[in-house]
């Protein structure tokens, strides 16, 4: 089986600097996708590793280490529209599944 | 075109009703998936479907059943649900070769009464 940790809830202030935390186990690990969610809407895509290191995207980045199960999402420039639920979710080899973690609600706050 | 298009967008429908969701894309992605999420949880995946093929159920109940007639186009045909059925149902597409991102369409918020 796998399992994915995250933190429930985190807090940031607007303007700063937010890294939210995933744990995964799991065997045949294919890559790990971080996607923002807003209430009520569908998640969208913001980032995926596959090998070791950072990714970086504008104002996002995301950092791999597959042997230590573990990835990190960085803000930097909080905006108040960055407030959402952050998900991450893992993809073994032989299939397209995506298995999501349990997702870390951000709230910015001025 | 890069968009997942879900319909219809809200839903009601009684425990005896039988209804349609339906997902359409047409950005040449070969994998399509129908997922489930409850408020305030992650998607969970319920059925892949691989060039027109379901490969993947996971254990879903037979009050769903999900339909895909042809590349562009996934249908999940609802019957006899219960109220705990009630959530956002998420259509989802990605590319067969490279990472399998998946691109979400904006859901059909179903209640069942």
């Known amino acids: 089986g796998q399992n994915i940790d995250q933190p429930t809830e985190m807090t940031a202030t607007e303007g700063a600097i937010v890294q939210i935390n995933c744990t995964y186990q799991?065997?045949?690990?294919?890559?790990l996708f971080w996607y923002q969610q807003h209430a009520g809407e569908a998640p969208t895509f913001l980032s995926y590793?596959?090998?070791?290191g950072l990714e970086e995207k504008g104002r996002f980045s995301s950092f791999l280490s597959r042997s230590k199960g573990y990835s990190y999402l960085l803000l930097k420039e909080l905006q108040m529209k960055d407030s959402a639920s952050y998900l991450c979710?893992?993809?073994?080899?032989?299939?397209?599944?995506?298995?999501f973690g349990t997702g870390t609600r951000l709230t910015i706050i001025p | 075109d890069t968009e997942v298009t879900q319909t219809p967008k809200h839903l009601v429908m009684g425990m005896t009703n039988k209804k349609s969701l339906k997902c359409e894309q047409h950005?040449?992605?070969?994998?399509m998936y129908w997922y489930k999420q409850k408020a305030k949880k992650p998607p969970e995946l319920m059925f892949v479907?691989?060039?027109?093929?379901?490969?993947i159920n996971e254990s879903v109940p037979s009050r769903f059943s999900p339909e895909c007639p042809n590349s562009s186009l996934l249908n999940l045909h609802l019957h006899a649900l219960q109220p705990e059925d009630s959530a956002l149902y998420l259509c989802?597409?990605?590319?067969?070769?490279?990472?399998?991102?998946?691109?979400f369409g904006q859901g059909t918020r179903l209640t069942v009464v």
């Open positions: 479907y691989s060039y027109e093929k379901l490969s």
């Open positions: 799991t065997s045949g690990f294919n890559g």
């Open positions: 950005m040449g992605h070969r994998a």
């Open positions: 979710a893992v993809n073994n080899f032989g299939n397209e599944k995506l298995t």
């Open positions: 989802a597409s990605s590319q067969d070769l490279g990472p399998p991102t998946a691109f």
């Open positions: 590793n596959v090998l070791d």
